[in-house]
Structures are given as C-alpha cells and as structure tokens.
C-alpha cells in the first residue's frame, strides 16, 4: 500500500520555523518528484515547493523563496520542508505530495500532477 505520511506542525509564533517531515512506505521515493503543497481556510490548495527526482531541482512558490528549502532523503525514503521565518498567512494545512518522473528539472506545482498524498499537517503561525 502507497502511503505518505506527515508531521511536524503545530503552533509557531511569527518569525519561528518548524520542519516538516514527509515519510514514504509501500514505494521508494527515488524516481518521484515530492512537493509540498497547502491549503488555507477558505482557500484552494497550492504549491509551495517541490524537488525532481534526476537532478535535485528544487522550485518555490514566489510567497516562500528565501524563506523555505525543500529536500529529499533517499536512503530514509523521507522528504522535509524546513520553514524559517514563518509568517501568520503561512498558516494552512500541509500537504506532501509524490508522482513518478525521471523528467529532469521537473516544475511539478500544480496539484493535478500528483498522484500520492499525504493526509496532511496543521502549521499555525500565530503570537
């Protein structure tokens, strides 16, 4: 059974971080892009970051660059996105999301493109 499983959130104060972890079972990471998405109240769910599987490209939602740096560990079949100087309208649920591509330098951003979702994480950014 393909399965991706968050943690990490919680409650953070702004300018805090918070490292979210994304743990994969039933299917080796290797050859998928991983990407991170969120979901406001209210709000559509939308891509923060994602990672490709052949080159290690990483990409960013405009609203996190220099903020937030997603990264893959292979060997632990594990994904994070680390969360620095975190903002209250960075409050939303996690997302991790993985789909299989050996595409070089893969902008996967769009939750259409994905096939294996985790159930989600709360990050609450409040003082």
């Known amino acids: 059974q393909l399965q991706l499983v968050e943690s990490g959130g919680g409650l953070v104060q702004p300018g805090g971080s918070l490292r979210l972890s994304c743990a994969a079972s039933?299917?080796?990471?290797?050859?998928?892009?991983i990407g991170w998405f969120r979901q406001a109240p209210g709000k559509e769910r939308e891509g923060v970051s994602c990672?490709?599987?052949?080159?290690?490209?990483?990409y960013y939602a405009d609203s996190v660059k220099g903020r937030f740096t997603i990264s893959r560990a292979n060997a632990k079949n594990t994904m994070y996105l680390q969360m620095n100087s975190l903002k209250p309208e960075d409050t939303a649920v996690y997302y991790c999301?993985?789909?299989?591509?050996?595409?070089?330098?893969?902008?996967?951003?769009?939750?259409?493109?994905?096939?294996?979702w985790g159930q989600g994480t709360q990050v609450t950014v409040s003082s």
């Open positions: 990672i490709s599987s052949s080159d290690g490209s990483t």
């Open positions: 999301a993985a789909v299989y591509s050996r595409r070089s330098s893969a902008r996967y951003l769009q939750v259409d493109e994905y096939d294996y």
């Open positions: 039933g299917f080796t990471l290797d050859y998928y892009v």
